[in-house]
């Protein structure tokens, strides 16, 4: 992971050779390099770019070409983006927050919304290899994150009621899966289609209340582990469908109440 006294190794992004040579001057500090005509600064841990080329993968390489394409489709402010490599078990300190690897991805990320850092983690877990975590989660991952900060640095987007979250968790996972198409993320498939119905009738009287995202979007009081992030997904492709040419930073930043009126959402059958 990146440590606050860590000696930092500034390197131009030319190609898979970076990581190498910054571990031949200093094994121990991490690589930044600016990415997107420098949108992005990037700190990638020495342990999360050795553990990667073990696995067989150029770490570099990976983020620089996640972070080139979600440039393309999400215009936005300078980011800072730490990439860490996280074991089984632990957590993901980097901005402060905690964060453990999701099993079915093998990856993890949060936002310090104060400053803006991103930080994102990857590793093995028993149903992941970190090859698959790295190639196919950790692109990911980073543009979940990346559309997350977008929308919270404005101040537009991260509300304290339930709909906010739903919306922003449901507007993050529709890009991610759009920059990097694939199977779908495990937190949008957490509910089958009747249980959407039922768990949409009980969040529809507490869209306004605050203090409720994290029992939605997590799973606590009864509520069904990422229930939240599978109902926003589903409202925000409900949204897309009508608004077919509203491109991903317009969508990023509509508000809660437009998304839900624009998108006639309703999961429970006629």
Known sequence: MVGAGAVAVMLVATGGGGAAAAQRLAPSAPIVEHVADGRFTVRLSALAVQRADAAGVRLPNVVRSALERIATLLPGPRLTLAVAYVRPGQVLRTVGILAGLIPGAGTTGTINAATGVVAVGFGPTSHVRLATSTRLWLPRVIADEVANAVRGVTRRGLGV??????????????????????????????????????????????LADPGLSEQWMFGYVGVPHWAGFTL???????????????????????????????????????
Do not use: K, N
Request: glycine share 10%; charged share 15%.
């Open 161 to 206: 009621v339930l709909l906010d979250s739903l919306v922003g968790g449901g507007i993050e996972a529709a890009f991610d899966t759009a920059a990097f198409p694939g199977p779908p993320d495990p937190w949008v498939v957490a509910l089958t289609p009747a249980q959407q119905c039922t768990w949409w009738r009980r969040a529809v009287p507490e």
């Open 232 to 270: 926003g997904y589903h409202l925000v492709g409900a949204y897309r469908l009508r608004h077919p040419r509203e491109g991903w930073r317009a969508l990023t930043m509509a508000r809660g109440p437009a998304v839900l009126a624009g998108s006639h959402f309703d999961p429970c059958p006629a």
